[in-house]
Each structure stands twice: as C-alpha cells, then as structure tokens.
C-alpha cells in the first residue's frame, strides 16, 4: 500500500526488522510484475476504497500512485464505480436465506415463472455485464425492479468505461477476497471471469497478493500510537 511516512518511520523506529520484511512482502508483485504498475495501483484503490475497509489515510496515496502510473481521472473513477458494487452482497447473501425462510414458513412453494420484464431484464444483464450466474435468479424474481435499477448501476462501467473487462474483474476480485469482506462465492465467480478474458494464474496472484496487505493497517495505525506514548514515559 502507499505508504504514510510518519508511519512508516514509526515503525521503522520500534522494529526496523518488520519494517524490512513489510517492504519485501509488498514488493514481491512489483518484482514478478506480471500485472502493469498501473493495474496494481488499481488494485491497491479497490481494497483501500471499498466499504468494508475504506482506509481513508491511503486514498489520497493511492489516487496519486494511479496518477503517477499514468492513469486518467476517467479510469480511476471507473474503479470506485466497480468498488462501489459491493454492496448488492447484502443481497446475493440474504436473499437465498429469505427464500430458505419463505419456503420453510410456507409462504413460496417454487419459483415462479419470469415475466417478459424479467425475462428482458435477465437478457440486459448478460448483455450488458458479460455473463450469468443462478445467484441472480431469485433476486430477479422478487424484486425486479430493484434488480432493473442495478442493472443500470453496476453497468455504467462496462457500457461506457475505459477500462478492459480483464481489469473490470480483478478490481472485483480484489475486494471480495479483502480480508474485510471475503465474499467467496462472488471472488470464485469473478475469478472465471478474468480466466474467459485472458487473466494468468500470475497476474490472479498478484490480484491477491495485492488485497493480502491491507492488513498492514494494524500496524500503521497503531506504531504511532505506542511511539508517542513510549516516548512520553521515557521508553523511547
């Protein structure tokens, strides 16, 4: 992650040793490089960016990191637009549990057959976002208009983006395999949608090896903390 340097000096200053290993650790996909540096600092946005980490300290850094790679407003707007798509798991993970409830209370028997707005708006997803997975069927069929509005909202990027559909799912894979979020099923998912656009085993890894540093956030939060608080008892 882009580095905080008060930070950084902190913990340089209380375990010089972690620091050194840190620094390799989030090296390692700068030196394999399978992933352009301008894909990586995508990629380090989209897990600092979405909701269930949105680290605030790293995004001014991590903006500039994309700006520096030669990165246009345009497409990292377009990666908060794909980051901001998290959200429907509150559907695709509550609403298999509300359809379990329904038929356990007996209140839904079978799904019932799309309507010709259900049936369009199925075939405008696939058209529009590249693919089809049963998750969205229920979805679909309980509340259509909801799903019509989605639509729309995630494929904004896809309809008028500059970003390559490959780029598209690993910002998607970066978030929901955050250790914030780990969001399998949709991670596995997008994971065969990089595959079909020609995504590596390499490039997936540094995808991951990426969202993996988020967790240095533990540490350069609280550095400065303890440092200040040593050096106030006479510690440091």
């Known amino acids: 992650m882009p580095r905080d340097e008060a930070a950084f000096a902190a913990i340089g200053e209380l375990d010089p040793a972690f620091l050194a290993a840190y620094r390799r ?14 894909t990586q600092s995508f990629i380090r946005l989209a897990v600092d960016a979405n909701a269930t980490h949105l680290y605030l300290p790293a995004l ?3 903006i500039v990191a994309c700006l520096d790679a030669g990165a246009t407003p345009a497409e990292i707007m377009e990666v908060l637009e794909c980051a901001a798509t998290l959200g429907i798991h509150a559907l695709n993970i509550g609403v298999p549990i509300l359809v379990d409830v329904l038929e356990q209370a ?12 259900q049936e369009r708006l199925k075939a405008e997803f696939t058209a529009k976002r590249g693919y089809w997975h049963p998750f969205w069927n229920e979805i ?5 208009e909801f799903f019509d509005a989605y639509t729309e909202f995630s494929s904004v990027p896809w ?32 994971i065969e949608n990089a595959v079909r656009y020609g995504a590596t085993a390499q490039e997936l890894m540094e995808v991951l090896e990426i969202a993996m540093t988020l967790s240095i956030h533990a540490v350069t939060e ?3 903390i303890l440092l200040d608080e040593a050096r106030k008892r006479g510690l440091k």
């Open 159 to 190: 309809v008028s983006g500059p970003l390559s559909p490959k780029q598209k799912e690993f910002i998607y894979i970066a978030f929901d395999f955050a250790a914030t979020h780990l969001y399998t099923s949709g991670g596995r998912l997008h």
């Open 25 to 38: 650790l989030e090296d390692a996909p700068r030196r394999t490089a399978a992933l352009d540096a301008k």
């Open 106 to 117: 007996g209140l839904r028997e079978e799904a019932a057959p799309l309507t010709e707005y």
């Open 60 to 62: 001014r850094p991590d």
């Open 222 to 224: 609280a550095a400065p």
């Open 140 to 144: 679909l069929e309980l509340a259509p």
